[in-house]
Protein backbone atom coordinates (compact mmCIF):
# COMPACT_ATOMS: atom_id res chain seq x y z
CA UNK A 1 0.00 0.00 0.00
CA UNK A 2 1.61 3.59 -0.61
CA UNK A 3 0.61 7.03 0.83
CA UNK A 4 -1.85 7.70 -1.91
CA UNK A 5 -4.05 4.54 -1.63
CA UNK A 6 -3.64 4.56 2.66
CA UNK A 7 -5.18 8.85 2.46
CA UNK A 8 -8.05 7.33 0.48
CA UNK A 9 -8.82 4.57 3.02
CA UNK A 10 -8.01 7.15 5.69
CA UNK A 11 -11.02 9.72 3.89
CA UNK A 12 -13.15 6.98 4.14
CA UNK A 13 -12.72 5.60 7.22
CA UNK A 14 -12.70 8.91 8.84
CA UNK A 15 -15.87 9.62 6.86
CA UNK A 16 -18.07 6.67 8.41
CA UNK A 17 -17.78 4.24 5.73
CA UNK A 18 -17.06 0.61 6.17
CA UNK A 19 -13.68 -0.81 5.06
CA UNK A 20 -13.16 -4.63 4.21
CA UNK A 21 -11.16 -6.32 6.89
CA UNK A 22 -8.40 -6.93 4.27
CA UNK A 23 -8.46 -3.27 3.33
CA UNK A 24 -8.28 -2.30 7.27
CA UNK A 25 -5.83 -4.71 7.97
CA UNK A 26 -3.56 -3.42 5.19
CA UNK A 27 -4.21 0.26 6.17
CA UNK A 28 -3.03 -0.30 10.02
CA UNK A 29 0.00 -2.58 8.31
CA UNK A 30 1.02 0.59 6.75
CA UNK A 31 0.30 2.61 9.59
CA UNK A 32 2.42 1.04 11.76
CA UNK A 33 5.38 1.86 9.89
CA UNK A 34 4.63 5.49 7.81
CA UNK A 35 4.96 8.66 10.42
CA UNK A 36 3.63 10.64 7.36
CA UNK A 37 0.42 8.66 6.83
CA UNK A 38 0.10 8.50 11.27
CA UNK A 39 0.52 12.37 11.08
CA UNK A 40 -2.06 12.59 8.05
CA UNK A 41 -4.60 10.92 9.99
CA UNK A 42 -4.18 13.24 13.39
CA UNK A 43 -4.87 16.41 10.66
CA UNK A 44 -8.13 14.91 8.89
CA UNK A 45 -8.99 14.49 12.95
CA UNK A 46 -8.38 17.33 14.38
CA UNK A 47 -10.05 19.19 11.55
CA UNK A 48 -13.41 16.77 12.07
CA UNK A 49 -13.67 18.11 15.35
CA UNK A 50 -12.65 21.55 14.81
CA UNK A 51 -15.50 21.72 12.60
CA UNK A 52 -17.68 21.12 15.32
CA UNK A 53 -16.99 24.11 17.06
CA UNK A 54 -19.60 26.16 15.86
CA UNK A 55 -22.04 25.94 13.00
CA UNK A 56 -20.66 27.32 9.83
CA UNK A 57 -22.30 30.92 8.61
CA UNK A 58 -24.32 30.69 5.35
CA UNK A 59 -22.16 31.44 2.14
CA UNK A 60 -23.21 31.51 -1.61
CA UNK A 61 -23.43 28.02 -3.55
CA UNK A 62 -19.96 28.68 -5.56
CA UNK A 63 -19.23 24.94 -5.92
CA UNK A 64 -19.19 25.51 -10.01
CA UNK A 65 -17.02 28.29 -9.93
CA UNK A 66 -14.82 27.35 -7.19
CA UNK A 67 -14.29 23.57 -8.79
CA UNK A 68 -14.06 25.61 -12.08
CA UNK A 69 -11.00 27.24 -10.72
CA UNK A 70 -9.21 23.83 -9.26
CA UNK A 71 -9.66 22.30 -12.40
CA UNK A 72 -7.43 24.96 -14.17
CA UNK A 73 -5.40 25.15 -11.58
CA UNK A 74 -4.71 21.80 -11.79
CA UNK A 75 -4.04 22.24 -15.22
CA UNK A 76 -1.61 25.00 -14.56
CA UNK A 77 2.28 24.01 -14.25
CA UNK A 78 3.78 24.78 -10.86
CA UNK A 79 5.68 27.96 -10.98
CA UNK A 80 8.57 29.62 -8.84
CA UNK A 81 6.98 32.95 -9.71
CA UNK A 82 5.88 35.53 -7.12
CA UNK A 83 4.11 38.51 -7.93
CA UNK A 84 5.60 41.97 -6.88
CA UNK A 85 3.19 44.55 -6.26
CA UNK A 86 4.33 47.97 -5.73
CA UNK A 87 2.99 50.15 -2.59
CA UNK A 88 -0.08 51.62 -2.52
CA UNK A 89 -1.84 49.67 -5.19
CA UNK A 90 -5.34 49.18 -3.84
CA UNK A 91 -6.18 46.22 -2.33
CA UNK A 92 -7.97 43.32 -4.25
CA UNK A 93 -8.86 41.61 -1.47
CA UNK A 94 -12.89 42.92 -1.37
CA UNK A 95 -13.34 41.16 -4.96
CA UNK A 96 -12.35 37.57 -3.27
CA UNK A 97 -14.40 38.08 -0.27
CA UNK A 98 -16.77 35.31 -0.95
CA UNK A 99 -14.07 33.02 -2.39
CA UNK A 100 -12.42 32.96 0.40
CA UNK A 101 -15.49 32.12 2.55
CA UNK A 102 -15.87 29.25 0.88
CA UNK A 103 -12.39 28.45 0.50
CA UNK A 104 -11.68 28.47 4.68
CA UNK A 105 -12.32 24.86 5.24
CA UNK A 106 -9.50 24.06 2.41
CA UNK A 107 -7.05 26.63 4.12
CA UNK A 108 -7.91 24.57 7.60
CA UNK A 109 -6.83 21.26 6.46
CA UNK A 110 -3.96 22.44 5.15
CA UNK A 111 -2.75 24.02 8.23
CA UNK A 112 -3.64 21.30 10.38
CA UNK A 113 -1.88 18.61 8.26
CA UNK A 114 1.20 20.48 7.45
CA UNK A 115 1.94 22.67 10.50
CA UNK A 116 -0.12 25.66 10.47
CA UNK A 117 -1.14 28.44 12.44
CA UNK A 118 -3.70 26.99 13.87
CA UNK A 119 -1.37 24.12 15.62
CA UNK A 120 -1.71 21.94 18.60
CA UNK A 121 0.18 22.88 22.04
CA UNK A 122 1.70 19.52 21.47
CA UNK A 123 3.21 20.16 18.08
CA UNK A 124 4.69 23.62 19.18
CA UNK A 125 3.96 27.12 17.74
CA UNK A 126 4.21 28.71 14.28
CA UNK A 127 7.60 29.24 12.69
CA UNK A 128 7.92 31.61 10.27
CA UNK A 129 10.76 31.05 7.83
CA UNK A 130 12.86 33.91 8.16
CA UNK A 131 13.28 32.55 11.81
CA UNK A 132 14.42 29.05 10.36
CA UNK A 133 16.80 31.08 8.22
CA UNK A 134 18.00 33.35 11.20
CA UNK A 135 18.56 30.27 13.04
CA UNK A 136 20.89 28.42 10.91
CA UNK A 137 22.74 31.62 10.39
CA UNK A 138 23.42 32.41 14.04
CA UNK A 139 23.95 28.71 14.74
CA UNK A 140 26.91 28.65 12.21
CA UNK A 141 28.83 30.80 14.26
CA UNK A 142 29.48 28.89 17.38
CA UNK A 143 29.56 25.10 15.69
CA UNK A 144 33.07 24.16 16.28
CA UNK A 145 32.63 20.20 15.78
CA UNK A 146 30.18 17.22 14.56
CA UNK A 147 29.73 13.68 13.56
CA UNK A 148 27.22 11.99 11.95
CA UNK A 149 26.17 8.84 10.87
CA UNK A 150 23.60 8.64 8.38
CA UNK A 151 21.20 5.99 5.87
CA UNK A 152 20.83 6.65 2.34
CA UNK A 153 18.02 4.94 0.75
CA UNK A 154 17.53 5.72 -3.41
CA UNK A 155 14.55 4.90 -5.76
CA UNK A 156 14.68 4.05 -9.73
CA UNK A 157 18.66 4.18 -9.96
CA UNK A 158 17.58 1.87 -13.18
CA UNK A 159 15.09 -0.92 -14.02
CA UNK A 160 18.00 -3.47 -13.00
CA UNK A 161 18.48 -1.85 -9.54
CA UNK A 162 15.58 -0.20 -7.92
CA UNK A 163 16.45 0.37 -4.99
CA UNK A 164 20.20 0.95 -3.01
CA UNK A 165 20.78 1.51 0.02
CA UNK A 166 24.31 3.37 1.36
CA UNK A 167 25.50 4.85 4.69
CA UNK A 168 27.51 8.41 4.81
CA UNK A 169 29.07 9.65 7.90
CA UNK A 170 30.52 13.02 8.09
CA UNK A 171 33.24 14.76 10.51
CA UNK A 172 33.77 18.70 10.56
CA UNK A 173 36.12 20.66 13.00
CA UNK A 174 36.38 24.19 12.13
CA UNK A 175 37.41 26.44 10.66
CA UNK A 176 38.16 23.87 7.45
CA UNK A 177 38.65 20.37 8.72
CA UNK A 178 35.77 18.07 6.81
CA UNK A 179 35.28 14.42 5.97
CA UNK A 180 33.03 12.60 4.20
CA UNK A 181 32.56 8.72 3.63
CA UNK A 182 29.91 6.98 1.43
CA UNK A 183 29.62 2.99 1.73
CA UNK A 184 27.37 1.15 -0.77
CA UNK A 185 26.02 -1.66 0.83
CA UNK A 186 23.63 -2.40 -2.42
CA UNK A 187 23.35 -6.52 -3.65
CA UNK A 188 23.68 -5.66 -7.45
CA UNK A 189 22.49 -7.92 -10.09
CA UNK A 190 25.05 -8.09 -11.85
CA UNK A 191 29.04 -7.14 -11.35
CA UNK A 192 29.24 -3.42 -10.73
CA UNK A 193 30.98 -0.83 -9.07
CA UNK A 194 29.89 -0.04 -5.42
CA UNK A 195 29.47 3.92 -5.37
CA UNK A 196 31.77 4.13 -2.14
CA UNK A 197 33.24 7.84 -2.08
CA UNK A 198 35.65 9.97 0.28
CA UNK A 199 36.11 13.26 0.53
CA UNK A 200 38.99 14.75 2.87
CA UNK A 201 40.08 18.70 3.54
CA UNK A 202 42.54 19.25 6.23
CA UNK A 203 43.15 23.30 5.69
CA UNK A 204 45.12 23.91 2.60
CA UNK A 205 44.86 20.15 0.64
CA UNK A 206 41.42 18.67 -0.71
CA UNK A 207 41.14 15.31 -1.77
CA UNK A 208 38.39 13.05 -3.36
CA UNK A 209 38.14 9.31 -4.58
CA UNK A 210 35.14 7.45 -6.08
CA UNK A 211 34.23 5.47 -9.03
CA UNK A 212 33.66 7.53 -12.18
CA UNK A 213 30.36 8.11 -13.24
CA UNK A 214 29.80 5.46 -16.30
CA UNK A 215 27.36 3.11 -17.89
CA UNK A 216 28.96 -0.05 -17.98
CA UNK A 217 29.60 -2.12 -15.09
CA UNK A 218 32.64 -1.96 -13.80
CA UNK A 219 33.75 2.20 -13.38
CA UNK A 220 36.94 3.11 -13.09
CA UNK A 221 38.12 4.75 -9.48
CA UNK A 222 39.86 8.09 -9.76
CA UNK A 223 41.29 9.87 -7.14
CA UNK A 224 41.70 14.11 -7.19
CA UNK A 225 44.18 16.35 -4.73
CA UNK A 226 44.54 19.96 -4.56
CA UNK A 227 47.38 21.28 -2.72
CA UNK A 228 48.13 25.13 -1.54
CA UNK A 229 44.53 25.69 -1.39
CA UNK A 230 42.76 28.93 -1.19
CA UNK A 231 40.67 29.22 2.27
CA UNK A 232 37.53 28.30 1.47
CA UNK A 233 37.79 27.31 -1.54
CA UNK A 234 34.96 27.13 -4.19
CA UNK A 235 37.12 25.05 -7.24
CA UNK A 236 37.89 22.34 -4.30
CA UNK A 237 34.88 23.20 -1.49
CA UNK A 238 34.19 21.77 1.57
CA UNK A 239 30.32 20.39 1.54
CA UNK A 240 29.49 22.14 5.38
CA UNK A 241 25.38 21.90 4.31
CA UNK A 242 25.54 18.40 5.66
CA UNK A 243 26.69 19.89 8.84
CA UNK A 244 24.51 22.99 8.97
CA UNK A 245 22.29 23.52 5.65
CA UNK A 246 23.82 27.55 5.10
CA UNK A 247 22.93 27.92 1.56
CA UNK A 248 20.24 25.33 1.35
CA UNK A 249 18.13 27.71 3.54
CA UNK A 250 19.64 31.07 3.03
CA UNK A 251 16.31 32.49 1.17
CA UNK A 252 13.47 32.60 3.38
CA UNK A 253 11.23 33.36 -0.08
CA UNK A 254 11.84 29.76 -1.24
CA UNK A 255 11.56 28.20 2.10
CA UNK A 256 8.15 26.86 3.12
CA UNK A 257 7.54 25.68 7.09
CA UNK A 258 5.69 22.39 7.38
CA UNK A 259 5.63 22.41 11.26
CA UNK A 260 6.65 21.03 14.15
CA UNK A 261 7.60 17.71 15.48
CA UNK A 262 10.51 14.96 17.33
CA UNK A 263 13.10 13.10 14.95
CA UNK A 264 16.22 10.94 16.36
CA UNK A 265 14.20 11.83 20.00
CA UNK A 266 15.17 15.82 19.14
CA UNK A 267 12.83 18.53 18.84
CA UNK A 268 12.64 19.34 15.36
CA UNK A 269 11.14 21.75 12.55
CA UNK A 270 9.94 20.13 9.12
CA UNK A 271 10.97 22.44 6.20
CA UNK A 272 10.84 22.57 2.17
CA UNK A 273 12.67 23.88 -0.75
CA UNK A 274 13.04 22.81 -4.40
CA UNK A 275 15.45 20.32 -4.87
CA UNK A 276 17.55 23.13 -7.15
CA UNK A 277 18.20 25.35 -3.94
CA UNK A 278 18.86 21.91 -1.57
CA UNK A 279 22.19 20.67 -4.15
CA UNK A 280 24.26 21.36 -1.70
CA UNK A 281 23.00 19.03 0.33
CA UNK A 282 23.52 15.79 -1.81
CA UNK A 283 27.27 16.15 -2.58
CA UNK A 284 27.66 12.92 -3.19
CA UNK A 285 26.10 13.48 -6.73
CA UNK A 286 28.91 15.13 -7.77
CA UNK A 287 32.04 12.92 -6.62
CA UNK A 288 31.41 9.95 -8.25
CA UNK A 289 29.41 7.23 -9.11
CA UNK A 290 26.02 6.43 -10.77
CA UNK A 291 23.17 8.49 -9.36
CA UNK A 292 19.18 8.77 -10.39
CA UNK A 293 18.59 12.35 -11.56
CA UNK A 294 16.66 15.08 -10.10
CA UNK A 295 13.73 17.32 -11.29
CA UNK A 296 14.82 21.05 -10.16
CA UNK A 297 11.17 21.07 -8.78
CA UNK A 298 11.26 17.96 -6.55
CA UNK A 299 10.39 18.48 -3.46
CA UNK A 300 13.09 18.18 -0.65
CA UNK A 301 11.53 18.10 2.82
CA UNK A 302 14.37 18.55 5.30
CA UNK A 303 13.97 17.71 9.25
CA UNK A 304 16.24 20.44 11.24
CA UNK A 305 17.33 20.00 14.38
CA UNK A 306 15.63 23.11 16.24
CA UNK A 307 18.54 23.88 18.71
CA UNK A 308 21.86 23.44 16.89
CA UNK A 309 19.87 23.50 13.54
CA UNK A 310 22.01 20.60 11.82
CA UNK A 311 19.63 18.61 9.35
CA UNK A 312 18.41 15.22 10.63
CA UNK A 313 16.37 13.74 7.73
CA UNK A 314 15.90 14.81 3.98
CA UNK A 315 13.90 13.18 1.68
CA UNK A 316 13.11 13.84 -2.30
CA UNK A 317 9.67 13.84 -3.53
CA UNK A 318 8.38 13.98 -6.91
CA UNK A 319 7.08 17.02 -8.10
CA UNK A 320 3.91 16.94 -10.11
CA UNK A 321 3.04 18.64 -13.23
CA UNK A 322 3.16 18.06 -17.29
CA UNK A 323 6.67 19.18 -17.84
CA UNK A 324 7.97 17.11 -14.96
CA UNK A 325 6.67 13.64 -16.78
CA UNK A 326 7.86 14.98 -20.06
CA UNK A 327 11.97 15.40 -18.14
CA UNK A 328 11.11 11.61 -16.12
CA UNK A 329 10.08 9.86 -19.38
CA UNK A 330 13.42 11.32 -21.25
CA UNK A 331 15.17 9.69 -18.26
CA UNK A 332 13.47 6.69 -18.75
CA UNK A 333 11.98 6.73 -14.93
CA UNK A 334 8.62 4.95 -13.89
CA UNK A 335 5.45 6.35 -12.48
CA UNK A 336 6.64 7.93 -9.41
CA UNK A 337 3.60 9.39 -6.86
CA UNK A 338 4.55 12.79 -5.78
CA UNK A 339 3.44 11.38 -1.94
CA UNK A 340 6.56 8.82 -1.89
CA UNK A 341 9.96 9.79 -1.82
CA UNK A 342 12.69 8.96 -4.31
CA UNK A 343 15.26 9.04 -2.36
CA UNK A 344 16.02 9.56 1.31
CA UNK A 345 18.91 10.93 3.98
CA UNK A 346 18.57 9.53 7.39
CA UNK A 347 20.78 10.50 10.56
CA UNK A 348 21.09 7.37 12.85
CA UNK A 349 23.80 9.06 15.02
CA UNK A 350 24.60 13.05 15.77
CA UNK A 351 27.36 14.25 18.06
CA UNK A 352 28.58 17.34 18.47
CA UNK A 353 31.64 15.91 19.86
CA UNK A 354 35.48 16.82 18.40
CA UNK A 355 36.45 14.07 16.43
CA UNK A 356 39.90 12.68 16.32
CA UNK A 357 42.35 14.43 14.28
CA UNK A 358 43.39 11.16 12.81
CA UNK A 359 40.39 11.46 10.70
CA UNK A 360 41.57 13.92 8.53
CA UNK A 361 44.71 12.44 7.37
CA UNK A 362 45.04 12.74 3.37
CA UNK A 363 45.46 9.75 1.76
CA UNK A 364 49.33 9.68 -0.59
CA UNK A 365 48.82 9.85 -3.92
CA UNK A 366 51.16 10.52 -6.52
CA UNK A 367 48.78 13.13 -9.02
CA UNK A 368 48.03 16.70 -7.51
CA UNK A 369 46.47 19.98 -8.48
CA UNK A 370 48.47 23.26 -6.83
CA UNK A 371 46.49 26.38 -6.43
CA UNK A 372 49.63 27.88 -5.55
CA UNK A 373 48.38 29.95 -2.13
CA UNK A 374 51.29 30.53 -0.61
CA UNK A 375 50.73 31.09 3.27
CA UNK A 376 52.56 34.09 4.94
CA UNK A 377 52.36 35.76 7.92
CA UNK A 378 50.90 39.38 8.18
CA UNK A 379 53.85 41.05 8.72
CA UNK A 380 55.83 39.60 6.02
CA UNK A 381 52.84 40.60 3.18
CA UNK A 382 54.70 44.00 2.37
CA UNK A 383 57.55 42.50 1.78
CA UNK A 384 55.94 40.47 -0.51
CA UNK A 385 54.01 42.57 -2.26
CA UNK A 386 54.67 45.81 -1.08
CA UNK A 387 51.78 47.01 0.14
CA UNK A 388 49.83 47.07 4.25
CA UNK A 389 46.76 44.96 3.29
CA UNK A 390 43.41 45.90 4.69
CA UNK A 391 43.20 43.32 7.48
CA UNK A 392 41.61 44.15 10.88
CA UNK A 393 41.75 41.54 13.61
CA UNK A 394 38.21 40.74 13.04
CA UNK A 395 35.60 41.44 10.01
CA UNK A 396 31.69 40.34 10.49
CA UNK A 397 32.18 39.29 13.77
CA UNK A 398 34.66 36.62 12.35
CA UNK A 399 38.31 36.43 13.20
CA UNK A 400 41.31 36.57 11.29
CA UNK A 401 42.36 32.65 10.09
CA UNK A 402 44.50 32.71 7.23
CA UNK A 403 46.74 34.77 5.24
CA UNK A 404 47.48 33.84 1.73
CA UNK A 405 48.92 35.17 -1.35
CA UNK A 406 47.23 33.86 -4.34
CA UNK A 407 48.60 32.90 -7.48
CA UNK A 408 47.48 35.11 -10.15
CA UNK A 409 48.49 37.91 -11.93
CA UNK A 410 46.44 40.58 -9.61
CA UNK A 411 49.48 41.09 -7.18
CA UNK A 412 47.16 40.91 -4.04
CA UNK A 413 46.83 39.42 -0.82
CA UNK A 414 43.78 37.37 0.81
CA UNK A 415 42.78 37.54 4.16
CA UNK A 416 40.36 34.91 5.57
CA UNK A 417 38.32 34.92 8.69
CA UNK A 418 36.45 32.19 9.80
CA UNK A 419 34.04 31.57 13.48
CA UNK A 420 32.47 27.91 13.71
CA UNK A 421 31.36 27.62 9.93
CA UNK A 422 30.65 31.17 8.98
CA UNK A 423 34.06 32.53 6.90
CA UNK A 424 35.00 35.37 4.74
CA UNK A 425 37.39 36.25 2.64
CA UNK A 426 38.94 39.65 1.65
CA UNK A 427 41.14 40.05 -1.31
CA UNK A 428 42.74 42.65 -2.12
CA UNK A 429 44.95 44.78 -4.84
CA UNK A 430 46.76 47.77 -5.70
CA UNK A 431 47.80 47.13 -9.26
CA UNK A 432 44.51 46.32 -10.76
CA UNK A 433 44.01 47.51 -14.29
CA UNK A 434 41.27 44.66 -15.65
CA UNK A 435 37.78 46.36 -17.03
CA UNK A 436 35.61 44.86 -14.68
CA UNK A 437 35.48 44.58 -10.41
CA UNK A 438 38.10 42.85 -9.06
CA UNK A 439 37.31 39.52 -7.52
CA UNK A 440 34.60 37.17 -9.13
CA UNK A 441 32.63 40.33 -9.98
CA UNK A 442 30.83 41.35 -13.25
CA UNK A 443 30.09 44.42 -14.62
CA UNK A 444 26.34 43.74 -14.29
CA UNK A 445 26.36 43.50 -10.18
CA UNK A 446 23.96 45.25 -8.00
CA UNK A 447 24.93 48.89 -6.69
CA UNK A 448 24.75 49.15 -3.17
CA UNK A 449 25.28 52.33 -0.88
CA UNK A 450 26.69 51.34 1.88
CA UNK A 451 25.89 52.78 5.62
CA UNK A 452 28.85 53.93 6.41
CA UNK A 453 28.73 56.07 2.56
CA UNK A 454 30.93 54.95 -0.53
CA UNK A 455 29.32 52.07 -3.04
CA UNK A 456 30.27 49.10 -3.45
CA UNK A 457 28.79 46.30 -5.70
CA UNK A 458 26.47 43.29 -4.82
CA UNK A 459 26.31 39.21 -6.29
CA UNK A 460 24.46 36.74 -4.90
CA UNK A 461 26.03 33.21 -4.54
CA UNK A 462 25.73 30.99 -7.19
CA UNK A 463 27.03 27.09 -7.65
CA UNK A 464 30.71 28.77 -7.78
CA UNK A 465 30.65 31.32 -5.39
CA UNK A 466 29.30 32.79 -2.22
CA UNK A 467 27.91 35.81 -1.86
CA UNK A 468 30.29 38.69 -2.73
CA UNK A 469 31.20 42.23 -2.65
CA UNK A 470 33.47 44.37 -5.05
CA UNK A 471 34.53 47.85 -3.86
CA UNK A 472 36.58 50.13 -5.65
CA UNK A 473 38.44 52.60 -3.91
CA UNK A 474 41.17 55.06 -4.32
CA UNK A 475 44.49 53.08 -4.51
CA UNK A 476 43.33 49.90 -4.16
CA UNK A 477 40.47 47.38 -5.31
CA UNK A 478 38.93 44.97 -2.49
CA UNK A 479 36.49 41.94 -2.58
CA UNK A 480 34.84 40.61 0.20
CA UNK A 481 33.38 36.42 -0.48
CA UNK A 482 31.28 34.62 2.34
CA UNK A 483 28.65 32.44 3.17
CA UNK A 484 27.28 35.30 5.66
CA UNK A 485 23.90 36.20 5.25
CA UNK A 486 23.69 39.33 2.69
CA UNK A 487 22.79 41.91 5.43
CA UNK A 488 25.65 40.95 7.35
CA UNK A 489 28.09 40.42 4.53
CA UNK A 490 27.37 44.11 3.68
CA UNK A 491 27.68 45.51 6.97
CA UNK A 492 31.15 44.05 7.14
CA UNK A 493 31.88 45.37 3.92
CA UNK A 494 30.33 49.20 5.53
CA UNK A 495 32.93 48.73 8.42
CA UNK A 496 36.07 48.07 6.12
CA UNK A 497 38.30 51.61 6.62
CA UNK A 498 38.07 52.38 2.79
CA UNK A 499 35.22 55.00 0.63
CA UNK A 500 33.32 52.67 -2.14
CA UNK A 501 33.91 55.35 -5.37
CA UNK A 502 31.39 54.17 -8.21
CA UNK A 503 32.94 52.23 -11.10
CA UNK A 504 35.55 53.67 -13.44
CA UNK A 505 34.28 54.28 -17.17
CA UNK A 506 36.37 51.81 -18.11
CA UNK A 507 34.06 49.22 -16.65
CA UNK A 508 30.82 50.63 -17.63
CA UNK A 509 31.59 50.97 -21.35
CA UNK A 510 32.00 47.53 -23.25
CA UNK A 511 31.86 46.41 -26.47
CA UNK A 512 29.53 43.11 -27.22
CA UNK A 513 30.64 42.11 -30.75
CA UNK A 514 29.55 44.66 -33.30
CA UNK A 515 27.23 46.57 -29.97
CA UNK A 516 28.55 48.79 -27.31
CA UNK A 517 26.95 48.59 -23.80
CA UNK A 518 27.00 51.76 -21.24
CA UNK A 519 25.93 50.49 -17.46
CA UNK A 520 23.17 53.34 -16.01
CA UNK A 521 20.49 54.00 -13.85
CA UNK A 522 17.02 53.19 -14.54
CA UNK A 523 16.12 56.93 -14.48
CA UNK A 524 18.77 57.66 -16.74
CA UNK A 525 17.61 54.79 -19.17
CA UNK A 526 14.49 55.98 -19.05
CA UNK A 527 15.40 59.93 -19.88
CA UNK A 528 17.56 58.16 -23.01
CA UNK A 529 15.35 56.22 -24.90
CA UNK A 530 12.03 57.39 -26.29
CA UNK A 531 9.83 54.02 -25.33
CA UNK A 532 8.49 53.26 -21.58
CA UNK A 533 10.78 51.04 -19.68
CA UNK A 534 8.49 48.99 -17.67
CA UNK A 535 9.15 46.29 -14.99
CA UNK A 536 7.61 42.71 -14.95
CA UNK A 537 5.39 42.48 -11.30
CA UNK A 538 5.52 38.65 -11.22
CA UNK A 539 9.24 37.32 -10.66
CA UNK A 540 10.70 33.93 -9.14
CA UNK A 541 10.73 34.66 -5.14
CA UNK A 542 13.90 37.04 -4.21
CA UNK A 543 14.22 38.15 -7.67
CA UNK A 544 14.69 42.02 -8.51
CA UNK A 545 16.21 44.33 -10.30
CA UNK A 546 19.98 44.31 -10.00
CA UNK A 547 21.65 46.67 -13.12
CA UNK A 548 20.59 48.39 -16.53
CA UNK A 549 22.76 48.73 -19.46
CA UNK A 550 22.53 50.91 -22.57
CA UNK A 551 22.82 49.04 -25.17
CA UNK A 552 23.61 50.03 -29.06
CA UNK A 553 24.08 48.17 -32.28
CA UNK A 554 23.80 50.94 -34.64
CA UNK A 555 20.01 50.95 -35.05
CA UNK A 556 19.12 52.42 -31.87
CA UNK A 557 19.45 52.65 -28.58
CA UNK A 558 18.24 49.82 -27.06
CA UNK A 559 18.30 48.73 -22.83
CA UNK A 560 18.94 45.79 -21.00
CA UNK A 561 17.20 44.94 -17.66
CA UNK A 562 19.23 42.29 -15.60
CA UNK A 563 17.18 41.09 -12.96
CA UNK A 564 18.62 38.47 -9.92
CA UNK A 565 18.05 36.51 -6.76
CA UNK A 566 18.93 38.89 -3.77
CA UNK A 567 20.64 35.73 -1.72
CA UNK A 568 21.46 32.91 -4.67
CA UNK A 569 21.08 32.11 -8.39
CA UNK A 570 19.78 28.70 -7.12
CA UNK A 571 19.62 27.63 -10.78
CA UNK A 572 17.70 30.02 -12.42
CA UNK A 573 20.70 32.55 -12.84
CA UNK A 574 20.18 35.93 -14.30
CA UNK A 575 16.70 37.30 -16.07
CA UNK A 576 17.54 39.29 -19.00
CA UNK A 577 14.96 41.72 -20.53
CA UNK A 578 16.20 43.41 -23.80
CA UNK A 579 13.74 46.35 -24.45
CA UNK A 580 14.77 47.91 -28.52
CA UNK A 581 12.33 50.01 -31.04
CA UNK A 582 11.57 47.62 -33.62
CA UNK A 583 8.43 46.56 -36.35
CA UNK A 584 9.67 42.76 -36.75
CA UNK A 585 11.37 40.09 -35.07
CA UNK A 586 15.34 39.56 -36.15
CA UNK A 587 15.98 36.45 -38.21
CA UNK A 588 16.03 33.36 -36.49
CA UNK A 589 19.24 32.00 -35.13
CA UNK A 590 18.48 28.16 -34.31
CA UNK A 591 16.20 25.74 -36.03
CA UNK A 592 14.69 24.56 -32.52
CA UNK A 593 12.38 27.07 -32.51
CA UNK A 594 8.62 27.76 -31.86
CA UNK A 595 6.01 30.26 -32.56
CA UNK A 596 4.08 31.38 -29.43
CA UNK A 597 1.65 33.72 -28.12
CA UNK A 598 3.13 35.88 -25.70
CA UNK A 599 0.53 38.17 -23.54
CA UNK A 600 -2.11 38.23 -26.89
CA UNK A 601 0.35 38.72 -29.63
CA UNK A 602 2.61 36.28 -31.82
CA UNK A 603 5.72 35.64 -30.58
CA UNK A 604 8.64 33.09 -30.45
CA UNK A 605 10.76 30.62 -28.29
CA UNK A 606 14.29 29.55 -28.55
CA UNK A 607 14.87 26.34 -26.03
CA UNK A 608 18.24 26.09 -25.99
CA UNK A 609 18.61 29.67 -24.96
CA UNK A 610 15.67 29.70 -22.72
CA UNK A 611 14.34 33.21 -24.60
CA UNK A 612 11.03 34.73 -25.68
CA UNK A 613 10.65 37.44 -28.17
CA UNK A 614 7.95 39.58 -28.88
CA UNK A 615 7.06 43.33 -30.57
CA UNK A 616 3.99 45.01 -29.29
CA UNK A 617 3.29 48.52 -29.94
CA UNK A 618 6.57 48.77 -31.69
CA UNK A 619 8.66 47.47 -29.27
CA UNK A 620 11.08 44.44 -29.57
CA UNK A 621 10.95 42.55 -26.08
CA UNK A 622 13.43 39.73 -25.22
CA UNK A 623 13.16 37.96 -22.40
CA UNK A 624 15.57 35.06 -21.29
CA UNK A 625 16.71 32.96 -18.21
CA UNK A 626 18.74 29.79 -18.05
CA UNK A 627 16.76 28.08 -15.51
CA UNK A 628 13.44 29.08 -16.35
CA UNK A 629 10.93 27.01 -18.15
CA UNK A 630 8.34 28.53 -21.38
CA UNK A 631 5.68 28.88 -18.83
CA UNK A 632 7.54 30.85 -16.72
CA UNK A 633 8.72 33.18 -19.46
CA UNK A 634 5.39 33.87 -20.41
CA UNK A 635 3.76 34.75 -16.80
CA UNK A 636 6.73 37.25 -16.35
CA UNK A 637 6.11 38.37 -20.13
CA UNK A 638 2.57 38.93 -19.22
CA UNK A 639 3.46 40.48 -15.92
CA UNK A 640 5.17 43.89 -17.82
CA UNK A 641 3.91 47.12 -16.30
CA UNK A 642 0.71 44.72 -15.24
CA UNK A 643 0.18 47.61 -12.89
CA UNK A 644 0.10 50.49 -14.68
CA UNK A 645 3.05 51.96 -13.34
CA UNK A 646 5.99 50.63 -15.08
CA UNK A 647 7.53 49.51 -11.89
Known sequence: MNHEQAERLLSARIDG?????????????????????????????????????????????????VMTAVGAEAERPRSRLRVVRPAGRRSILPRLAPVAAALVVGALIGSLVVGGPWQRPETGSALAATEVTEGVSAAAARLDAYRATFVIDER???PEVPQRHLTMRVWFEAPERFRLDVVDHTDYPMAATPTDLKLLVDG????????APCPTATCPQRESVVRNRLPFSTAAPTPTDLVLPISTLADADRLTVLGRGTMLGRPAVRVEVPFERAEPLFPFLSIGGDWRPFFPNDRVRIWLDERNWFPLRWDVYPATGAERDAWALRFGLPDEPSLRSVFSVRALHVSLDTPDAGVFDIPATNSSQDQGARAVELGDVRRATGFEPVAPSMVGGLDRYRVVLPRDDAGGTLVAYAN???FLNLGETRSWNGDAPFGPVGVQAEEISLTGGGV?????ASQDHGRRVAIHAAGTDLYLESNLPRSEL???????????????????HRRVGAATAERASLETARASVPFPIELPTALPAGFGLASVELVDAGFGTGVTLYLRDEDADAGIGTIRLHLEAASALPPATSAAQSTVEVDGVQGRFTPDRSQLEWIDGGLYRSLDAPGLALEELLAIAASIGGDGTGG
Open 17 to 65: ERLSTRASASLEQHLETCAECRAFERGAYRLREAARFEVAPAVPDLVDQ
Open 156 to 158: HLS
Open 204 to 211: STWYAAGP
Open 420 to 422: GLA
Open 456 to 460: AYYEP
Open 490 to 508: LAAAAALPVQGLPMPDAWT
